[in-house]
């Protein structure tokens, strides 16, 4: 998923004024002081200089030195989330994850412990992967940002935490629906059918939910149970009456249980 929409504002937190720390080492030469001992304030502003720079790879190893260096400082806690945002930027997720939960076991009751969790949810939900591929990635984001939501629902976070939820189940009611799809091709059809149901069941409000009513009318079909294949069109003709997936129930119940096909079109009439 290319939907890279991290509140740039938000983790670029309060600006901290300094005085006589301009005259870093790093200063644009190009020679790479993220290993010198330097103070503190002077190692925080030529990590951040590289961060305003789009220099992310020295800027995450400068804010990375900042903790090594003078881990007891205050400055440490800032940089400590600033290398996750850094590593994000990079799309290293990875580490990324890795900085903001470093972050949240030192300071859990942090003011900016809602973005660490973002962060942390948005870096799996970067990841996520076509659904032909394996979706544990998928249920990593989904894990991660209802966390966010359960933790601070007041929060802009849980609001397009909100948001994304919604995106990350449909993706993964779309991965069920082609592994059932899969198994009807091969006439797999009790395999299909759970595949199907659990659509129904656990992602009813996602883009699939009308589909998966169709392919369950058609497997209850195939394995010769047309009372199913009625239950499942009469709740499709209910609820998406004008869809295509009705019409085409409707047509496939006419044709192989007339009967039922009659009782359908009193419904979705």
Known sequence: ??????????????????SGCGGGRDGGSGVDTAYVARDVESLYTAAKDRLDRGDTLRAAALFDEVERQHPYSPWARRAQLMSAFTYYLQRDYN?????????????????????????????YYEQISDVDRDQRITEQALTALTEVQRRYPASEYAADARLKVDLVNDHLAGKDMEIGRYYQRAGNWLSAQVRFQNVVENYQTTSHAAEALYRLTETSLALGIPAEAQKYSAVLGANYPGSEWYEKAFALMEKHAPDAGAQLAAVGG
Do not use: C, E, T, W
Not at 1 to 18: E, F, T
Not at 99 to 122: E, V
């Open 1 to 18: 998923m290319n939907l890279r929409r991290l509140p740039l504002a938000a983790i670029l937190l309060p600006a901290i004024v300094l």
């Open 95 to 123: 580490k990324a994850i890795q900085s903001a939960q470093r972050f949240l076991s030192i300071h859990p009751g942090n003011k900016d412990a809602p973005y660490a969790y973002y962060l942390i949810a948005m870096s």
